[in-house]
């Protein structure tokens, strides 16, 4: 999605731990359009750079982060989102709290402890983008081996030996008995804590659907297209069969735009494959690059919708302080597997 140098970036630098910081110098620079036609409307509803500099001298990350090590790609927008793993305290409190209010009623059942598996923490950006993720997932969505399972992937490793269970969840306790009758009454009872908390976890303000159109558009733009035009011009060189359809669409998905990819087998040939697509990803630097273009058409809006977005922030971090505090009231009733 760019040509060599995107327009108001500079090259990417690695850090001691792997993380690539795709930098844009954006004050000054914000007001070009996203899809690069630059009209005056785009240039009027650009913010200014006093307003630009003030929030990245307040903290306003306005790059995209990638970390090599973990596989994550960070957007600007992303820090004020909840994160996989502020999504999984809240969900747990909302289980928990029900369990609380049946368990003084007599009905006693354990709540599974919510974590967060590495795996989730990687991205896919049009396909794999490093090798190990390549050589472990190939053309798979990254996810748990239990996961990879459960959704029938040809090539998951096999399930080791599951140890008896004892605690008894909420699973064991029949849709039918007047034990879950308890339990339905307490959700019901706690409905209110449960919609704050999920509230919490969802912007539903305008600000949100302009940045995901904003994003489309960077990834539809002709910069983009010339960035795809260089990884298909690496594929066709190194003897990776390219999909047309995809690259002429210009949405290359799961299966990176390769011909005989599949993302629902792990096996020798598919992860021989997503190496080579790996490779010429790091030739034309098009994770970087595609992840800055992002990142660039995000960050205008983030500055001009600034306020509202930390509101949604602290609205969110104040429903995690509460949801927190549920969970380590209620720590005896929560269990392992």
Same mark, same amino acid.
């Given at each position: ?115 967060? !598996? ?9 396909? !794999? ?27 998951? %490793? ?12 909420? /699973? ?30 969802? %912007? ?45 669409? /210009? ?87």
């Amino acid at each position: 999605m760019i040509s060599s140098h995107l327009p108001g970036s500079r090259p990417s630098t690695v850090g001691a731990r792997g993380r690539v910081l795709v930098t844009l110098v954006l004050v000054g620079t914000l007001a070009a359009c996203t899809g690069g036609t630059g009209d005056d409307r785009a240039r009027d509803d650009a913010p200014d750079a006093a307003a630009t500099a003030a929030a990245i001298s307040a903290g306003v990350v306005l790059d995209a982060e990638l970390n090599q090590q973990t596989g994550a790609i960070t957007f600007p927008l992303d820090p004020f989102l909840p994160t996989k793993a502020d999504s999984s305290v809240l969900d747990e409190a909302i289980l928990l709290d029900a369990a609380a209010c049946a368990d003084a009623q007599g009905v006693r059942y354990l709540v599974p402890a919510r974590d967060v !598996p590495q795996e989730y923490d990687q991205d896919a950006l049009d396909g !794999p983008w490093t090798i190990a993720q390549a050589e472990r997932f190939a053309f798979v969505q990254p996810m748990t081996d239990a996961d990879l399972r459960g959704n029938g992937i040809v090539g998951a %490793p096999s399930a080791p030996p599951v140890a008896p269970r004892a605690d008894r969840t909420l /699973g064991d306790i029949p849709t039918d008995s007047p034990e879950r009758q308890v339990v339905d009454e307490c959700y019901a009872k706690n409905k209110k804590v449960a919609a704050e908390l999920r509230a919490a976890q969802s %912007p539903t303000a305008p600000w949100m659907r302009e940045l995901s159109d904003a994003a489309t558009a960077a990834q539809e733009s002709d910069v983009a297209d010339g960035l795809r035009a260089e990884l298909r011009a690496c594929y066709e060189q190194q003897g990776i069969a390219v999909d047309p359809a995809a690259f002429d669409d /210009g949405h290359l998905g799961f299966t990176a735009g390769v011909a005989g990819a599949d993302p629902g087998t792990i096996d020798a040939d598919q992860i021989a494959l997503a190496v080579g697509v790996v490779r010429c990803k790091d030739q034309v630097r098009y994770t970087e690059r595609a992840a800055a273009l992002v990142a660039q058409a995000q960050a205008p809006l983030i500055i001009r919708n600034l306020d509202e977005m930390r509101a949604f922030r602290q609205n969110l971090d104040d429903a995690l302080a509460q949801a927190q505090d549920i969970v380590a009231a209620h720590a005896d009733l929560t269990t392992t597997w």
